[in-house]
């Protein structure tokens, strides 16, 4: 018997297509434009799908889904939207909709996925919560974060573990932050911890917690991150920094899903989730032995890979203008973007991904002399930081020394450590790329950049194995 499908769209030219492609495919189908003939052709025919837009021509039609999970449970709904933010991929897996689908969509991929749902549609509807919290601070349409929102939308209802992948100032820890605050952890603690910064002694005790007297300074019990993360989400960053020795002790941690705080005796169940995050490409590590294969594999459950912002080049005007809004709330200026504004800003590279944009926002916002923001407010701010970027590759020596100081300041309004450990996770911060210059200087010889560094060559030696430090880290093969 041929399936029926309903189908509420009220862009006819769609409506058309999708009709076509269905019938071609055997499927019966029903179509209207409106929520009212929704339910009037639901009160009289049996369907084996629903296929709806979200913006109809009487209201949401999200918003009136409830309607039709009373009057058919089992019914599998597969959701289109033109309006493409995280909210409404929440809100359409919220309504435990099969898939959704953003416009414009992929015909053929739209065909299989209803094939696919109604072949599952004796499924019960998925529980989900009432009480998502709105005002996330995801930005953007563009079809590259549309498959983001997707994949969160996928991940919120299970304690699947995580891993976000992507570049610097991409936004990794505001999706760790979605995925934590619409899952079924948000009434738990979020728990963020920059793994590189935290020297390798340190590490098992900082994840762990120790009791007292389990080492020299031990005064006192301390709770570690895991613990601190108990019943909410452990978030992982800078995972592909992580020194050799504490990712073979996370990898323990992981598999057994139990904790022995140092010098402790009981075994403590783990209750967190992990999401995970870096901007390093942790396969060719694998390969070249600095990063663990079946670590990986623990993490990478889940990949989500956030695009870089030249790839979402369409998101710059949106983002732009929530960072003006914010920056008002946080006591700067009020600022308005023209539509020349907006455009200049679109053509820009924006190498440091949406942290750069946001930092050139908030500085337009503080030294603009207009409210109206358009090209004379833009450009001389943009040639001022070229410039700068200019002067420091011309004298990159005359620069280092100014930049030293902001580069710690960044770091730590970055990093954020926790109050009495800036000494020891801007010490480790630093290490690594101090050890890498000078075996770098000397080929590789340790003897001679400990002697360099002033330290003995044991003590190189043994900070390089904390730090995960190779060979093939700083030895240039020919």
């Not at 009136?64 to 959701?79: C, E, F, K, S, Y």
């Not at 990986?296 to 790839?311: C, K, N």
């Not at 970055?414 to 996770?425: I, T």
Request: hydrophobic share 45%.
């Amino acid at each position: 018997m041929r399936k029926r499908v309903l189908l509420v769209e009220d862009d006819a030219s769609i409506a058309l297509v999708i009709t076509a492609a269905l019938e071609a495919e055997g499927f019966n189908v029903d179509r209207c434009d409106s929520i009212a003939g929704r339910d009037r052709f639901m009160a009289s025919h049996s369907y084996q799908l629903l296929l709806t837009d979200v913006m109809l021509t009487d209201g949401d039609g999200i918003e009136t889904i409830g309607r039709v999970r009373d009057a058919d449970p089992g019914l599998p709904i597969i959701i289109l939207s033109a309006q493409n933010t995280l909210d409404t991929a929440v809100r359409a897996s919220d309504t435990g909709a099969f898939e959704y689908f953003p416009k414009p969509f992929d015909l053929e991929e739209l065909i299989r996925t209803v094939t696919q749902a109604i072949g599952k549609a004796e499924a019960e509807a998925l529980d989900v919560p009432q009480d998502v919290p709105q005002g996330l601070p995801l930005v953007g349409r563009s079809a590259a974060m549309q498959a983001v929102y997707r994949m969160i939308t996928r991940v919120l209802r299970n304690d699947l573990t995580v891993l976000i992948l992507g570049e610097s100032g991409t936004g990794k820890e505001l999706v760790a932050e979605a995925i934590h605050q619409l899952g079924n952890r948000r009434a738990g603690p979020f728990i963020a911890v920059n793994t590189a910064a935290i020297p390798g002694e340190l590490i098992e005790s900082e994840l762990f917690g120790h009791e007292k007297g389990a080492f020299t300074g031990a005064v006192a019990r301390s709770i570690g991150k895991f613990e601190q993360a108990s019943g909410g989400t452990l978030f992982l960053d800078e995972i592909g920094d992580m020194p050799m020795q504490a990712q073979t002790r996370l990898l323990r941690a992981l598999q057994s899903g139990k904790i022995r705080r140092v010098g402790g005796r009981d075994e403590i169940t783990l209750d967190c989730r992990i999401v995970a995050a870096t901007n390093r490409d942790l396969l060719p590590m694998i390969a070249a032995g600095t990063f663990r294969e079946d670590l990986y594999y623990r993490l990478a459950v889940v990949p989500i890979e956030l695009p870089p912002l030249r790839e979402r080049a369409d998101d710059i005007e949106a983002l732009s203008r929530h960072f003006l809004a914010q920056a008002a709330a946080e006591g700067l200026p009020r600022r308005h973007l023209t539509e020349a504004g907006a455009e200049i800003l679109a053509r820009q590279q924006w190498r440091g991904n949406v942290r750069e944009l946001r930092n050139f926002i908030y500085r337009l916002a503080l030294l603009a002399r207009d409210e109206v923001i358009d090209a004379t407010s833009i450009e001389p701010l943009l040639a001022q930081t070229e410039g700068a970027s200019v002067a420091r590759n011309a004298d990159p020596g005359s620069a280092a020394r100014a930049d030293l100081a902001v580069a710690v300041d960044y770091w730590l309004d970055e990093n954020n450590p926790a109050h009495g450990e800036y000494y020891n996770a801007a010490l480790a911060a630093f290490e690594r790329p101090l050890f890498l210059n000078v075996l770098g200087k000397t080929g590789g010889n340790q003897l001679r950049a400990a002697q360099m560094l002033g330290i003995n060559r044991n003590t190189l030696r043994k900070r390089l194995s904390d730090l995960g430090i190779f060979p093939d880290d700083y030895i240039i093969k020919e």
